[in-house]
């Protein structure tokens, strides 16, 4: 098993140079700002990017990246199953920010949503149609229930349900080209 470690932002920004950055973000979470030299990878994507992160990692330092620090402490756990050395950045893409640290921008990408704001926007909608359907159908109080229940059980647990099914979503996927584009610079 390979060993996976954690560096602040400041200290992942001192050493930015000599680190492979791996955004394990959703495409549009990654559009919205990254790290400089960060490669887009969704979460969901890394059992295809195994081998090329393999050969990345034996060149150099792999850090890996998420908007808080919980993906990419899941995506290093997956990655030292395989024998991958790499580093999580400790609270993520948001403690990078917050401390100042420059993020780039794809040119002429409109800003998509990030993920937290998708997921709010979601439970809330369901849970209001939940309430509004009650007045005519009391059973639909079971929707904004469940909606409540699920979050509850996000924070304990930390992780979200919600978060998985929402990255599904066609604006949420990298475009084929744009993973294999990514995938031949990491080789290269």
């Known amino acids: 098993m390979a060993r996976t470690a954690s560096l602040t932002a400041d200290q992942a920004k001192a050493r930015l140079h ?6 394990v973000r959703t495409p549009g979470e990654y559009a919205s700002g990254h790290l400089p ?3 887009n990878i969704p979460l969901d994507h890394l059992d295809r990017a195994l081998p090329v992160l393999k050969t990345a990692a034996d060149r150099g330092a792999l850090l890996v990246v998420c908007a808080s620090g919980t993906r990419s402490a899941a995506a290093c756990m997956r990655l030292s199953a395989h024998g991958i050395s790499a580093a999580t950045l400790s609270g993520g893409t948001t403690a990078w920010t ?3 640290h420059d993020t780039h921008r794809p040119a002429g990408t409109r800003t998509p949503w990030a993920m937290e704001r998708q997921v709010r926007l979601a439970a809330g909608t ?6 509004l359907a009650a007045r005519r ?4 109080l079971l929707l904004s229930a469940g909606v409540a229940g699920g979050l509850v059980f996000s924070a304990l647990t930390n992780t979200c349900g919600m978060a998985k099914i929402l990255a599904r979503l ?3 996927q990298p475009r084929t080209t744009a993973l294999g584009t990514t995938l031949a610079a990491l080789t290269g």
Do not use: K, S, W
Request: no cysteine; proline share 8%.
């Open 126 to 131: 369901l849970v209001l149609t939940g309430l």
């Open 98 to 100: 917050q401390l100042g």
């Open 37 to 39: 030299g960060a490669h």
């Open 18 to 23: 000599e680190l492979t950055v791996i955004d």
């Open 137 to 140: 159908r009391p059973r639909a």
């Open 170 to 172: 066609p604006h949420n």
